[in-house]
């Protein structure tokens, strides 16, 4: 088995995916299960890393699915607060079908919205980058906008991207224990990913997207280890 250290040491982002590899469901669902906040329990009763935010979870997931055996490839959607349902639901286009997928966990809000060929709109909306339609899977991470930002003040603004960087980096780790990888993506187009999703206001907005795939390296670079192991 291997450690959490190792996977930490060893965790780099692709610079390319190879269209093939895909991820099996129980996986996918396992890796979903882990940015889960577990909003219903108190902050400090929260798995690690999400004890270390105070505040209620405002980011949720829309996937591009692609490539995991054992579900259909489409749009889906995570609430990462369930007790969000609803709200992502009334934002998001009315003609989405919001099914659960075969054998998803019953604690996990993952629900297909569209089932299709998502690789060529992923790729569109993340700046026309291919890891986002080469992948097993690729996302957006979607805050909650506008009445965040008016309850709590603009020093909110920070906070969600903070909750989205550790979204990020729980993949990161996620991705590396499952034998893939994968890699933030700060470039997209955030009024097509509305526009895919349905948002016609500004109470979801797409802050950082991220894609998980079967790496591909780049001859071209040269990749050194991320840290130096050897601190004595
Ligand atoms: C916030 C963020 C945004 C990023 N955006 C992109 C992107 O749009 N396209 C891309 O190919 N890589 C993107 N990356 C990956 C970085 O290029 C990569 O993390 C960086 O080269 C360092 O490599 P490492 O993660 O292996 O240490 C992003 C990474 C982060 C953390």
Do not use: N
């Not at 982002?13 to 940015?35: H, I, Q």
């Amino acid at each position: 088995m291997i450690s959490s250290g190792q996977i930490i040491h060893q965790r780099r982002s692709l610079v390319a995916c190879d269209g093939r590899t895909s991820v099996p469901a129980p996986r996918f669902f396992r890796m979903l299960e882990r940015v889960m906040p577990r909003a219903e329990r108190p902050v400090a009763e929260r798995p690690m890393p999400w004890d270390a935010i105070p505040w209620a979870p405002a980011i949720h997931l829309g996937l591009f699915v692609h490539r995991v055996d054992g579900i259909e490839p489409g749009l889906y959607a995570l609430a990462r607060d369930p007790a969000k349902l609803d709200k992502l639901e009334g934002a998001m286009h009315p003609h989405f079908s919001w099914e659960v997928p075969p054998d998803c966990p019953a604690q996990l809000p993952l629900f297909l919205l569209e089932r299709g060929d998502a690789r060529a709109v992923a790729t569109q909306v993340s700046c026309r980058q291919d890891i986002a339609g080469d992948g097993a899977f690729s996302l957006g991470m979607l805050a909650e906008y506008r009445s965040a930002l008016v309850a709590h003040g603009p020093p909110f603004y920070r906070r969600l991207f903070r909750e989205a960087g550790l979204i990020g980096q729980v993949l990161y780790l996620e991705a590396e224990a499952a034998g893939v990888r994968s890699t933030g993506i700060g470039c997209f187009f955030d009024d097509p990913v509305h526009h895919v999703f349905g948002f016609r206001d500004l109470e979801f907005q797409s802050l950082y997207h991220f894609t998980v795939g079967g790496p591909v390296d780049d001859p071209r670079l040269t990749t050194l280890p991320p840290y130096k192991r050897d601190r004595s």
